[in-house]
C-alpha cells in the first residue's frame, strides 16, 4: 500500500496526468488544469453555464486563478467516449487535510468558501448521470495516490445518488450534514412575496423605511454594468470591511466574479448609502429564472436602521418584476433570519470516501464506521428515553 507519495508525485508530471480504458468503448483521464482539458471538455463546461452558473468553464477559471491556497491543485477527472470526446467531467482539488489526527491526501469537490453548488458535469445526450458518476468514482477507486474523497456540498437527491454509485463499486460512503439551503421558488408577483412574509416583517420594513427617511437622505444604486463598476466593487469592499463578517480570505475572487457577472448579464449588486456613504451592500447573481443571493453585509454603526432588510427588499421586488425570476436562493447558511424571507429549507450534506488501497484511507473508514454507529446508538437511545 502506497501511503506516502503525495497526489503530485504519483502522476506523471505532465498536463494530462493519468489516462485508462474503462470498458470499451469508454476511457478515463485526469487533467491537472483546465488548460490541460481537451476542446471537447471545455465545450461541455462552456455549455453548462446554460444550466448552472457555479459549475462551467468561467467560473472555474476564476476560482482557480483568484481564490485557491498554495498547496491546493485543481483536477478534472474525465469520461471519453469511443472518439476521445469528453462526455462527463467530475471537477476535483487536491489539498492535504488533518482528520482523527491524520495527514491525508485528500481529494475534495473543486470548491471552497465561496462554491454554493456542487454535481457531475455531463453531456446528458450521450451519458446518464448515475453511469458518468460510478465510472469516474470507480477509475478513482483504483488509485493509490489519494486517502480521502470528500465531496460538498450536496443536496439530498444529489448525496442520494453519490452514495448510490459508491455502493456500486464497494465504495464505502460516509455521509455528513453540512449546512442549511433556504430559497423561494414558485414566485409570481412581488405583491404576492410580500403578503407571504410575516406580518412582525412587514411592520419593520415599513417602521424602519420610515425611520431612516425621516432621519436621513438616503438612496439605493443598482449595478449591472457600466463603467462605474470599478467604483461599485470599492463600494462594496467598504461595506463589508465594515460589517460583522470576517476579512474576505480572496477579495480578488470577488472583483473578477463581480466582472465575470456584468459580462455574462448575471449581476444585480445593490448598495444602500446614507448621506452618500455606503452602508449596505448586497451581491446577486441573476439567470435561469434564479436570482441566486451570494453575497451581503450592512456596516454595524447603522444597524438601527435595518439597511440590509431595505435593500433586500429592493433587490426582490426588482428581481420578481423586472427579472421575472421564479425562484430566490439564499444558497448557503444556517442564519436563522433566512426564513422570514424564504419559504423552503432544505439540509445540504457532504459525503466521504476513504480509500481501502491506502492505511490512511482504510482508517478513514474505520473511524467513520464507528463514527455512523455511535450516532445510530445515540439516536436509537435518545428514542427509548423519550419512550420510557
Known amino acids: 500500500m502506497d501511503s506516502d507519495k503525495s497526489i503530485e508525485d504519483s502522476f506523471q508530471q505532465s498536463n494530462t496526468l493519468v489516462t485508462s480504458v474503462i470498458a470499451p468503448p469508454l476511457s478515463f483521464q485526469l487533467a491537472d488544469d483546465l488548460s490541460a482539458l481537451s476542446s471537447s471538455a471545455l465545450e461541455l463546461l462552456e455549455q453548462h453555464t446554460a444550466s448552472n452558473i457555479f459549475l462551467n468553464k468561467d467560473w472555474f477559471t476564476v476560482l482557480t486563478e483568484h481564490a485557491l491556497t498554495a498547496d491546493q491543485q485543481p483536477y478534472f477527472a474525465c469520461l471519453n467516449d469511443e472518439n476521445n470526446h469528453t462526455i462527463a467531467i467530475l471537477p476535483l482539488l487536491s489539498q492535504p487535510r488533518m482528520q482523527y489526527g491524520l495527514t491525508l491526501r485528500t481529494l475534495t469537490s473543486l470548491t471552497n468558501y465561496y462554491s454554493p453548488q456542487y454535481d457531475l458535469i455531463y453531456n446528458h445526450a450521450q451519458i446518464n448521470h448515475a453511469a458518468g458518476l460510478t465510472a469516474i468514482l470507480g477509475e478513482l477507486k483504483k488509485l493509490t495516490s489519494w486517502d480521502l474523497i470528500d465531496i460538498s456540498p450536496l443536496k439530498p437527491t444529489q448525496l442520494e445518488a453519490f452514495s448510490q454509485s459508491a455502493a456500486n463499486i464497494n465504495l464505502f460512503a460516509t455521509p455528513y450534514w453540512l449546512t442549511d439551503n433556504y430559497y423561494h ?29 425621516k432621519s436621513h437622505q438616503w438612496q439605493i444604486d443598482l449595478y449591472q454594468s457600466g463603467e462605474q463598476l470599478d467604483e461599485a466593487i470599492a463600494q462594496y469592499h467598504a461595506v463589508y470591511n465594515e460589517s460583522w463578517k470576517k476579512s474576505e480570505p480572496f477579495p480578488e475572487f470577488i472583483n ?119 450516532r445510530e446508538f445515540m439516536c436509537q437511545w435518545s428514542k427509548r428515553k423519550k419512550e420510557a
Open 185 to 213: 421558488p414558485d414566485l409570481t408577483t412581488y405583491s404576492n412575496y410580500l403578503t407571504c412574509r410575516s406580518s412582525r416583517v412587514k411592520n419593520t420594513l415599513k417602521r424602519k423605511t420610515k425611520k431612516l427617511t
Open 256 to 374: 473578477q466574479l463581480i466582472y465575470l457577472a456584468s459580462q455574462q448579464g448575471w449581476l444585480r449588486l445593490g448598495i444602500l448609502s446614507i448621506e452618500e456613504k455606503p452602508v449596505a451592500a448586497q451581491l446577486w447573481l441573476v439567470a435561469n429564472e434564479h436570482a441566486y443571493i451570494y453575497k451581503l453585509a450592512y456596516d454595524e454603526a447603522y444597524k438601527a436602521f435595518s439597511c440590509g432588510s431595505i435593500l433586500s427588499t429592493f433587490l426582490t421586488e426588482h428581481v420578481v418584476e423586472k427579472d421575472e425570476v421564479t425562484t430566490i436562493d439564499f444558497l448557503t447558511g444556517t442564519d436563522r433570519y433566512k426564513a422570514d424571507w424564504m419559504s423552503h429549507r432544505q439540509d445540504l450534506f457532504g459525503v466521504q470516501f476513504g480509500n481501502s488501497h491506502t492505511i490512511k484511507g482504510l482508517i478513514i473508514n474505520f473511524a467513520n464506521r464507528l463514527a455512523l454507529l455511535k
